[in-house]
């Protein structure tokens, strides 16, 4: 009975398409494992916040910022909001390993440089001003109601802790948050009480948004709503039922964002890519009008589901 066997040739032949088969199969495996993992991680850090923040008393007030002047007669400015915030405040509720400051955020883990949604370099921002401008000073007429708005925030530094379970987190806190009047038409830049960028790795990439990487923003002093920004994709433009049906045609998993998120869509537009003047609400009034949102930050009740036109950008949970 004569024997066969495989060729050299054939056996290095069929591990070379192994390999090939390989190298192109194994960059979309490994990205799918991250994906699932980051997702797991992205939850589990959710409900540890929000467990953490309903357990705080109220989210203003903490911490000082004051101006002062040494013997020499240079001026500077004492900023220990966000840090006594962590400190004094998270700290008790929330795990934490390590708090750095304004001056040491690297200490703890975090990047300088973030990539956004739309793949986009952004520098670290450092300050509340830095996140976003508007954040510090609002003043605004009501075009509905016909009266005034001023508020002015105080620009304080970042601060960056690392939690128990390794997650690397930057705080930007607003020590003169308020709290949720009842208003049908308001400016929604005061309600942010602090924002939180975290990052599950890291100075290790990819440093994205919406990946390893992602944004908590936490609204109102008491009674507080914690919102979580994954991933958003804009839709189109259209009436409020158009859109509707744009986020639905897009995937299950997409849906319109509520006011509270549109909130920290908007703060946070510089990781997201949007580049709209108004949004569209999945929120209504009791008149059952649908909410939208100026670039502003200034909210209110639109008279018509099947009139005007504003973007519909859809985000994942």
Known sequence: MALSAFTMAEI?????????????TLPSLTGNINERTWNTQRKALYARMSQAIALMP????????????DSAGSTSIEDTAAETFITNGLAKVLKINNICD????????????????????KSLPTTLKDLNNSLISVDWTYPLLGNRFSYSAINTKAVAFETANGESIIAYYNPKCLSKLGETSYILWPKLCVNFI???????????IGKDMGIISVLYPTDSSVVVLNEIKYAGQGNWETAIKMCRNLDDEYRFPNNDELVSFMINRQFINNNAYTVWSSTVDEKNRPYYMWQSGYLQPHTNKNSGSAAAYCIKR
């Open 198 to 208: 975290y990052d599950f790795n890291g100075t290790k990439g990819p440093n994205t």
């Open 12 to 24: 290095l032949l069929s591990l070379t398409i192994i390999g090939v088969v390989a190298a192109i």
């Open 58 to 69: 109220a989210l203003n007030g903490y911490g000082t910022l004051r101006e002062s002047t």
């Open 102 to 121: 304004s001056e040491h955020l690297e200490d703890c883990g975090i990047t300088s440089k973030i990539t956004a949604m739309n793949g986009s370099v």
